[in-house]
C-alpha cells in the first residue's frame, strides 16, 4: 500500500484513481471497437484492468508479461482453431502449450488463459487482431499513467 498524509484516506484515494484508471483503459477500447464496429470489451479486458490498475506492482502486471501472454495466447488460439476441430484435447493441449511458453519468456499474465479459449471459440478473427492489440497497449499505457499519478499523489 502507498503512504499518504492522511492516515484515514489512502484506500479512497487509492480507490478513486483505480476506477477512473479503469473507466479511461475501458472506454479507449470502447472507443475503437467502435470505429471498428466490433465488440472488443473482452471479459479478459476486465481481469488485466483489475491487474493493471488495483495491482500496478504485480509480477502480472508488468508490461512485458501482458504483452507477450496475449500475443501467445492468441496465435496458439488461432493455430488450435485452424488446425484442429476444437475438441477438448486439442483446446487442453493448446492451453498447456500457452502456460509453458508463458513460463519460458517469464511473460505470465492470467487473463491471457482466458483471451485463449476466446480466441478457440471463435469469437476473436484475424481481422481483429490489430484493434485488439491497440486496445490491450491503450490499457497498459493508461495504467502506467495512472500508476505515475497514484505515486506522486499517495506518497509525500
Do not use: C
Amino acid at each position: 500500500m502507498y503512504k499518504t498524509n492522511s492516515k484515514n484516506s489512502p484506500h479512497l484515494i487509492d480507490g478513486i484513481l483505480t476506477g477512473i484508471g479503469a473507466f479511461l483503459g475501458l472506454s479507449f477500447i470502447g472507443l475503437i471497437a467502435q470505429s471498428v464496429e466490433q465488440m472488443l470489451i473482452i471479459a479478459p479486458f476486465g481481469a488485466t484492468a483489475v491487474l493493471l490498475f488495483s495491482a500496478p506492482e504485480s509480477e502480472f502486471s508488468k508490461p512485458w508479461n501482458v504483452v507477450i501472454s496475449y500475443i501467445l495466447s492468441t496465435i496458439i488460439g488461432f493455430l488450435i482453431l485452424r488446425y484442429s476441430n476444437g475438441e477438448w484435447l486439442a483446446i487442453g493441449g493448446g492451453f498447456g502449450i500457452i502456460i509453458m511458453l508463458m513460463h519460458v519468456f517469464k511473460a505470465i499474465h492470467p487473463p491471457a488463459g482466458a483471451n485463449f479459449l476466446i480466441v478457440t471459440q471463435g469469437h476473436i478473427s484475424l481481422y481483429l487482431l490489430w484493434p485488439l492489440f491497440i486496445g490491450l497497449i491503450t490499457l497498459i499505457i493508461i495504467g502506467i499513467g495512472m500508476h505515475k499519478i497514484r505515486k506522486k499523489i499517495t506518497i509525500r
